[in-house]
C-alpha cells in the first residue's frame, strides 16, 4: 500500500486511553504494568483509541527456585507471551463487535522514574513490530514522575537499523563499527498528542461550569461554613499543584540510586569486555606460538625432504572466545541518558521554584 | 447533574418477595472513577446510528457491608431494541466479563449502563437480569447508571438501585421501582496529572494539546495561582474601598491562610537554599558526567578497529582511561549521597 511508505511521525492518543493506562499503572505501582493499545493508522498519524490491560499470569512458585537473577516480572514479559497474544485477539475480536477501533497498535507499559531501557521493552516492542504490525509503537507511563506535576507518557518505536542489527544479534564491534549503531539509535521518540472527543470536551466544560452556574452565592456566615462549603473543596480540573512542591531529595536520592546502578551494570560490562580481551590475546597468543613451533617443525621436516605437516590446523585446536554482545552496555547508556535529560528537566524547574522561595522569604536580596 | 437533585430515600419492601431471591434495596454511595465515565462517552460516539442508547456493563470494587461502590471501568455490550422487544447479546457480556475478570481479578461485577436519562420497560428488564442471581450481582443491588448523552443538552449522570415491584412473580419479572442514589465523581492523586493535560485540550479548536514539559507545567502552576492572589486581593480592595460587602468568615479565612507563611530566619533560609541547590546542581553535573563517560568509554570500545594493529592497545586503555573516570564520579556520587541521606536525617 502507497499509503504504508509513510513513517509514523507523531501519535495521538485518546483522553480515554490516557485515563486507562493511569488506573492500570498507578493500581499496579510499583511493579510494571502492561497492556494493548488499539487505533487506527491515519497515515503519518497514529491513533490510539483504546486499550485495555493484560492479565498478569502468576508464576507457580517453584519457578521461583533456580533463581539467582532478580525477581522476574511476568507482567514485564507479558505482551510477547503466548497466552495473551491468544487473550489480545480475543479482545479485539469482541471490541470489534461494539465498534471499537479493532486494530492492534502497540502495547503499554509503566516505568519507575524512567527506568524503562531493558531488555523487556526492547523484546517486546521487537516482536510488535516483527510479528504483528511493523507500524506499532510504545507507550511509557510514568506513574512516578507524573506524581511530580505533569503527566509522563512517552511514545517510543525501534528505528528500522536497530531492528535489523536485532533480528541478526549483530551486537559485536565489528559488526557495530560497520552498521555505526549507537544507542541514540535504539528507541525513536514520538511526540504524543493528547485527543479529545466532542463529548468529553463538552463534559469537561460542564464540570468547569458547575458552580460557575448557580450564580452569586450568599457569603458564608462562619468560618466552619465556608470550610465546608463546595468551594473549599478543590474543583476537579483544577491545575495540578503538586508540582508546586519542594520537596526535592526523595526525587534525587531515587535518581542517585538508580544512576549507581546503571554504573554498576555499567562495570559488569566493561569487566566481561575486558575479561573476553584478555582470554582473547592469551588465545591468540597460544595460536601464534603453536604457528611458530609448526612452521619450525615444517622447516626440520623440509631439511630432512619429509612431506610439510599442514599449517591451518589451529583452527580446530584452538577455539576463540566469543565475543560478549555490546547490546546491554549500549542499552545502559540510552538508559543513563534517559536518567540524565530526566534530571536536567527536574533540575530546571527545580532552580526556578528554589530562588522563587529564596526571593519570596528573603525579599531584600532581589532589590540588592 | 443528578448531585443537583435531592431526593428521599425510603427503604422498604416491595412487591411479592421471593423468599430470599430479592437483592437488598438498602441506600449506597456510588463513586465513578473518569476513565470509566469516559470510556460510556465514548462507547456513546460509537454506537450505530440508529440506535437511541447504548448499554454496557460497570465493573468496580464494593465495601464489605455493600454500601460503598465504586465504578472503576466499564465495557460495552450489544443490544437492539424495537418497540416491543429488547436483545441484549448475554453470550458477549458473559465472554466479556471473563476476560475483563482475567486482566483485573480484583473488580466485581457492580450494574449497568445505558447512554440516555430515560427509565423504561427494557430498563427494567436488563436491571432485573443484571441484579439476578446467577451471573448478576445478588445479593447486592445492581447500579444502574444513565448518562445522557442527547446533543445539544448537559451531560446527566445518574444512579439507581432497584426495588422489585409488582402484584406476581411474573409482573415482578419485567418491572422494577428505580430508586435513586447519590453519586459523585471520584478521582485518585494519579489521574490528576493526567485529568489536566486532557483539560487542558478543552478550550483548543482542534479539540488536542501536546502534553506539558516540566517546566511548562510549573509555568502554568505559577500562573494559576498568581491569577487566585489576584483575584483575592481585588476582592480584598473593593471591600476595603466598601464596594463589595464585607464577610468575617472570608477575612478569617484569608488571615488564617496567611498564617501558614513560615517564619524563618534569613540565615537559615540562605543555608538551606545553598545547601539544597549546591546538591541539585551536583547530582544533574554528575548524571551528565557519568552519561559521558559511559558513552566515550562505549565509543572507544566499538570505534577503535580503524587503527588496525594497534586496535587491542587502544581499546583496553580506552576502557580502563573510561572506567577509572567513572571511578571518581562514582566516588562523589557516593560522597553526594552520603550528604543527602545526612540532610533528610537532620
Redesign the interface.
Same mark, same amino acid.
Request: proline share 3%; no cysteine; glycine share 4%.
Given at each position: 500500500m502507497a499509503e504504508k511508505e509513510v513513517p509514523l511521525t507523531a501519535v495521538k492518543v485518546e483522553a480515554l486511553v490516557v485515563l486507562k493506562i493511569i488506573k492500570h499503572c498507578s493500581q499496579t505501582f510499583p511493579t510494571t504494568a502492561t497492556g494493548s493499545i488499539v487505533g487506527l493508522d491515519v497515515g503519518s498519524t497514529l491513533e490510539i483509541t483504546n486499550t485495555f490491560p493484560f492479565p498478569v499470569v502468576e508464576m507457580p512458585a517453584e519457578s521461583h527456585f533456580d533463581n539467582t537473577a532478580p525477581k522476574p516480572n511476568p507482567a514485564a514479559a507479558a505482551p510477547r507471551a503466548k497466552a495473551n497474544t491468544a487473550y489480545q485477539a480475543e479482545m479485539i475480536r469482541m471490541l470489534r463487535e461494539v465498534n471499537v477501533d479493532a486494530n492492534n497498535v502497540g502495547w503499554y507499559t509503566s516505568a519507575n522514574m524512567g527506568n524503562f531501557v531493558n531488555m523487556n521493552v526492547i523484546e517486546n516492542q521487537f516482536f510488535y513490530q516483527k510479528e504483528m504490525n511493523e507500524r506499532t509503537v510504545a507507550l511509557v507511563h510514568d506513574p512516578s514522575r507524573s506524581s511530580q506535576g505533569s503527566l509522563s507518557l512517552r511514545a517510543f518505536r525501534l528505528s528500522p537499523k536497530f531492528m535489523a542489527a536485532f533480528k541478526d544479534n549483530k551486537f559485536n564491534s565489528e559488526e557495530l563499527q560497520k552498521s555505526n549503531l549507537r544507542y541514540q539509535d535504539i528507541l525513536i521518540e514520538l511526540p504524543v498528542e493528547i485527543h479529545n472527543s466532542h463529548l468529553i470536551t463538552s463534559f469537561l466544560h460542564q464540570l468547569q461550569n458547575q458552580t460557575a452556574r448557580s450564580g452569586p452565592t450568599e457569603l458564608p456566615a462562619s468560618l466552619a461554613a465556608l470550610e465546608s462549603s463546595t468551594f473549599a473543596k478543590q474543583p476537579i480540573l483544577a491545575p495540578n499543584f503538586d508540582n508546586l512542591s519542594l520537596s526535592i531529595d526523595p526525587f534525587l536520592e531515587k535518581n542517585c540510586d538508580l544512576l549507581l546502578e546503571s554504573i554498576e551494570t555499567h562495570h559488569t560490562e566493561t569487566s566481561n569486555y575486558q575479561y573476553y580481551q584478555r582470554s582473547l590475546a592469551r588465545e591468540q597468543a597460544k595460536i601464534t606460538a603453536w604457528q611458530t613451533k609448526r612452521k619450525a617443525e615444517n622447516a626440520t621436516r623440509a631439511t630432512l625432504k619429509q612431506p610439510a605437516l599442514p599449517e591451518d590446523e589451529w583452527q580446530r585446536l584452538f577455539k576463540l572466545p566469543q565475543e560478549p554482545s555490546r547490546l546491554d552496555s549500549m542499552l545502559n547508556s540510552r538508559q543513563v541518558e534517559q536518567y540524565a535529560r530526566q534530571i536536567d528537566s527536574f533540575v530546571s524547574s527545580t532552580t526556578g521554584k528554589m530562588f522563587a522561595v529564596k526571593g519570596n522569604l528573603l525579599p531584600g536580596e532581589i532589590a540588592k | 447533574?443528578a448531585e443537583s437533585d435531592s431526593f428521599l430515600h425510603l427503604a422498604r419492601p416491595l412487591g411479592p418477595l421471593l423468599a430470599g431471591s430479592a437483592p437488598t434495596t438498602a441506600p449506597l454511595n456510588v463513586g465513578i472513577?473518569?476513565?470509566a465515565?469516559?470510556?460510556i462517552?465514548?462507547?456513546?460516539?460509537?454506537?450505530?446510528a440508529d440506535q437511541e442508547r447504548?448499554i454496557g456493563t460497570l465493573l468496580g470494587t464494593r465495601s464489605e457491608d455493600g454500601t460503598e461502590v465504586e465504578i472503576?471501568?466499564t465495557?460495552?455490550?450489544?443490544h437492539t431494541e424495537t418497540t416491543d422487544q429488547v436483545e441484549v447479546?448475554m453470550e458477549?457480556q458473559k465472554?466479556?466479563l471473563a476476560?475483563h475478570l482475567?486482566?483485573?481479578p480484583r473488580e466485581v461485577l457492580v450494574g449497568w449502563y445505558a447512554t440516555s436519562s430515560e427509565l423504561n420497560t427494557f430498563s427494567a428488564l436488563i436491571q432485573n437480569f443484571y441484579s439476578g442471581q446467577g451471573d448478576g450481582t445478588w445479593p447486592h443491588p445492581a447500579v444502574h447508571l444513565t448518562v445522557s448523552?442527547e446533543a445539544g443538552k448537559?451531560?446527566e449522570t445518574r444512579a439507581y438501585i432497584s426495588a422489585p415491584v409488582g402484584v406476581t412473580a411474573e409482573r415482578a419479572a419485567d418491572s422494577a421501582a428505580f430508586i435513586p442514589v447519590p453519586h459523585e465523581?471520584r478521582?485518585?492523586?494519579?489521574?490528576?496529572?493526567?485529568?489536566?493535560?486532557?483539560?487542558?485540550? !478543552?478550550d483548543a479548536e482542534e !479539540?488536542?494539546?501536546?502534553?506539558?514539559?516540566?517546566?511548562? %507545567?510549573?509555568e !502554568?502552576?505559577?500562573e494559576?495561582?498568581l491569577g487566585m492572589i489576584d483575584r483575592v486581593s481585588r476582592y480584598v480592595e473593593s471591600v476595603m474601598d466598601e464596594e463589595a460587602?464585607a464577610?468575617?468568615?472570608?477575612g478569617?479565612?484569608l488571615l488564617?491562610a496567611l498564617a501558614l507563611a513560615?517564619k524563618?530566619e534569613?540565615a537559615d533560609?540562605?543555608r538551606d537554599?545553598n545547601n539544597?541547590?549546591q546538591?541539585?546542581?551536583v547530582?544533574?553535573y554528575?548524571?551528565?558526567t557519568?552519561?559521558t563517560q559511559?558513552?566515550l568509554?562505549?565509543r572507544l570500545?566499538? %570505534?577503535?578497529?580503524?587503527l588496525g594493529g594497534e586496535s587491542?592497545n587502544a581499546?583496553?586503555g580506552g576502557?580502563?582511561r573510561?572506567?577509572r573516570g567513572?571511578g571518581g564520579? !562514582?566516588g562523589g556520587?557516593?560522597r553526594?549521597?552520603e550528604r543527602?541521606?545526612e540532610? %533528610?536525617r537532620a
Open positions: - | 447533574m472513577q473518569p476513565q465515565l469516559f470510556s462517552l465514548d462507547h456513546s460516539l460509537r454506537r450505530n447504548v472503576r471501568s465495557f460495552a455490550v450489544g447479546d458477549y465472554q466479556m476476560l482475567k486482566a483485573n448523552t448537559d451531560i465523581i478521582y485518585g492523586e494519579a489521574e490528576k496529572s493526567g485529568l489536566e493535560a486532557v483539560a487542558a485540550a !478543552r !479539540r488536542s494539546t501536546t502534553l506539558f514539559t516540566d517546566i511548562e %507545567a510549573l !502554568r502552576a505559577v494559576e495561582v460587602p464577610s468575617i468568615a472570608l478569617q479565612f488564617n513560615p524563618v534569613p533560609v540562605e537554599f539544597h541547590i546538591d541539585v546542581l547530582v544533574s554528575l548524571a551528565n557519568i552519561r559511559m558513552e568509554s562505549n570500545a566499538t %570505534a577503535q578497529l580503524t587491542t581499546e583496553s576502557a580502563q573510561g572506567q567513572k564520579g !562514582r556520587h557516593q553526594n549521597q543527602n541521606a540532610e %533528610a
